[in-house]
């Protein structure tokens, strides 16, 4: 390793946790599906846009300026979790807790879980 990749290779995960968990990072399904088809709207207007300015100036330097800037408003719309990608979040069930020494599962209000046939909770 060269010298500058070895201040690169002390930095940790841990380190790096309390930078990351400061910022929200909560998503509704609505809101991937929305992120989702906003990712695919704007990069191909934007490559159908940046195809047809290039071609008509025969510049291929505007054609990847305005690809390039498409990419980045993309980028800013869809990367940050912005409030309106959880406008609909979805009802979960209650956590399931068990005080110590019981031994049947905790009551979860009537819901009626299966999997693979049987009966779970």
Do not use: C
């Amino acid at each position: 390793m060269g010298g500058r990749d070895r201040k690169f290779a002390s930095i940790t995960l841990p380190q790096a946790r309390p930078t990351y968990s400061s910022l929200p990072s909560s998503q509704d399904f609505h809101g991937q599906s929305l992120a989702d088809f906003l990712t695919t709207f704007l990069l191909v207007a934007s490559g159908v846009i940046a195809v047809i300015i290039g071609f008509s100036a025969q510049d291929i330097y505007k054609t990847l300026y305005v690809g390039l800037s498409g990419t980045v408003l993309t980028f800013i719309l869809v990367v940050p979790q912005w409030p309106f990608f959880n406008r609909k979040p979805e009802p979960w069930l209650p956590a399931r807790v068990q005080k110590a020494g019981a031994s049947r599962p905790v009551d979860l209000g009537g819901v009626q879980i299966e999997v693979d046939g049987k009966r779970v909770g």
